[in-house]
DNA sequence: GATTAGCACTCAACACTTTCGAGTGCTAAC
DNA sequence: GTTAGCACTCGAAAGTGTTGAGTGCTAATC
């Protein structure tokens, strides 16, 4: 039995127990729940190694050890088992996901929901668009009221953004229409972030009725938000953890989750269908500096970016989280064969 | 001094002593801040007259008296006295909604999060439109891929609503654009709710391409969901009162939050413009039976119907949060001179 | 007759002590 | 290297008094 292995083997199933218990673990729970060769003094001598290797804290002297955030890092990276989902959970994904839905804003809060129930964990789901990505495919302005027209844009990845503009002066329908098709073949393949200077550039060359409506089209593009959307779901279950029973953490982590600036830090910066495990400080909120953040970012085949982030205590089932977030990929990508957000059955 | 205007006197002195403490009022209490001239003995033999009466508890014999559902039903309808913002508060209040906004989930979310920063009770807004007072002003086919186009619906009121839709044959912009011209002419002034309908009828009077695509637009037009958006903020003020530092009962009260179906119910049922307190139990929603809730509805000229409401523990400041919902309503109603739910500075 | 002072009684909250048990570290024996 | 044994530590829980804010009742006072 080599002795490098087995220290590890302690260290694992402390980390295990105290995920499981949120109690500090001593040696003798080691000694009977999973080395069961061992005496509980053998153990004690491990962990007392362990300890000075800076893996555990002793919160005083009569209690048992705490993993650090060092332990965590290590059993992260290389102690997590893979831990499949049962078929029941993974169906109950596709179900819930499958629902036919239209509005980015539903499917987000349904999988908010889906997961955070899934996992105890609050969700918190975030979509963004990077812009470079998207370009034009179709222009259309329909009139609303009399000097006031709804510019539509198609993008090439479908989808659908809708400015309201109010013009100077009243145009007829049909050379609405008529403007709308000339844009659109000049301006097809257009990045979405350079049209407001397209369109100056446009109406530099054009008459004077018409480089103002042009002027006035491109007035409207200018500051398009990257960040569409962010919802959080299953807040509630923060409290069922016993290190949120002092109220008054639970609500500053509360009021973290209110805080647009924060979630979006917290769930931005990490790359593309790639799950991120963020450990304590290292998620770099300070509120939540003993809170884990799992994220993982999924591209919604229509251009949009949505990342899914599973708060919790640095406790945190990591194995399960990665599991459900990796399946939740899977599923997306599966669903997701459509152009403009709609998901499929 | 009329005795019967004395009782009340003193059981709005309790409430107000209870609404700002929490803590359960004796009659010493209310001799030395609220009635100097009456000693604690007569107090008390008023307490025991308004206990007798319904109007007080005792958590037991030796605690101070709490307001009891009466009471503050009492409370509410006849010794609530106005009690106006201060201008600072109303600069802030229009300031806020004044900045540029075009969703009505960003007005929601920014009108919850300022509501809730000033009252600190969590803030509920919920958006709807009823559906018959939607009328079709104009509509437009937009190609967006080979045989997909966005069917776009400009009601009366402004409020734009798009749907894609798959064709069974490819259809050329130009005949789009036709069609949409011929529809928009026969369909105008129809409630969106029958458009459906109507389609049909007119796919029949058809020929055969013709009706197979207006047939294929009538099949999107089937269930438009009334309420668009609910948007909860300050979740984090409830965990300032003293009433849910039991960390169950605060999670109980999260969880009901994250319900859809409870928020709706809890913000249905009031009429327009018209600001509705609930007290306890009377708000229908069983974990929320010792939480009172204060909703108001405005219109939001364009045909949108916004519902805010302000969840607090039964000794909410009620005054304060009509006051609040009082000003928000005047706020909105001052600046949405528009159409499209756009926010005009 | 309404008001009040006075008194006995109640009960939660707080501080204090004691006990208990789970834990550790160390040492000596296996 | 492993383990049994022992002294020691310390938080949690339970028990104990004390305090103070409260009540209800009665008798005296205005």
Do not use: W
Not at 60 to 78: E, F, I, M, N, W
Not at 274 to 283: H, Q, T
Not at 312 to 339: E, K
């Amino acid at each position: 039995m080599d002795m490098i292995d087995r220290k590890y083997r302690i260290l694992q199933a402390i980390i295990d127990d105290y995920i499981l218990t949120a109690l500090p673990v001593g040696s003798r729970t080691i000694s009977r729940k999973y080395e069961q060769r061992l005496s509980s003094a053998t153990i004690r001598n491990e962990m007392s190694d362990l300890e000075e290797l800076g893996y555990l804290d002793s919160p005083h002297t009569s209690a048992g050890r705490v993993p650090s955030y060092k332990a965590y890092r290590l059993y992260v990276d290389q102690m997590l088992q893979p831990l499949p989902l049962s078929v029941e959970e993974m169906a109950m994904l596709q179900k819930c996901l499958n629902s036919r839905m239209r509005q980015v804003e539903q499917i987000s809060a349904q999988l908010a929901s889906a997961v955070s129930g899934m996992t105890h964990y609050t969700t918190a789901v975030m979509t963004r668009t990077p812009r470079e990505d998207l370009r034009l495919s179709h222009l259309q302005l329909v009139p609303v009221a009399d000097r006031r027209v709804l510019l539509i844009l198609v993008t090439t990845t479908g989808t659908v953004r809708q400015t309201p503009v109010d013009l100077e002066m009243q145009v007829a329908p049909d050379v609405l229409y008529t403007v709308s098709r000339i844009l659109s073949s000049q301006l097809e393949g257009c990045p979405l972030s350079q049209l407001g200077t397209r369109l100056q550039e446009i109406a530099r060359r054009e008459s004077d009725e018409m480089a103002k409506l042009l002027g006035t089209l491109a007035g409207t593009q200018e500051d398009v938000p990257e960040v569409s959307s962010i919802v959080v779901g299953g807040r509630s279950n923060l409290l069922r953890f016993p290190e949120y029973s002092d109220v008054e953490k639970a609500r500053n982590l509360l009021s973290v989750l209110e805080t647009r600036d924060k979630l979006v830090s917290l769930l931005s910066g990490n790359g593309e269908m790639e799950i991120s495990v963020r450990i304590g400080p290292e998620n770099g909120v300070e509120e939540l500096k003993d809170c884990s953040v799992v994220t993982a970012s999924y591209r919604l085949g229509d251009g949009k970016v949505q990342t899914i982030g599973l708060i919790g205590p640095t406790r945190m089932q990591y194995g399960r989280a990665i599991s459900v977030l990796t399946q939740v990929g899977r599923t997306i990508c599966g669903l997701f064969s459509d152009q403009d957000g709609e998901l499929r059955p």
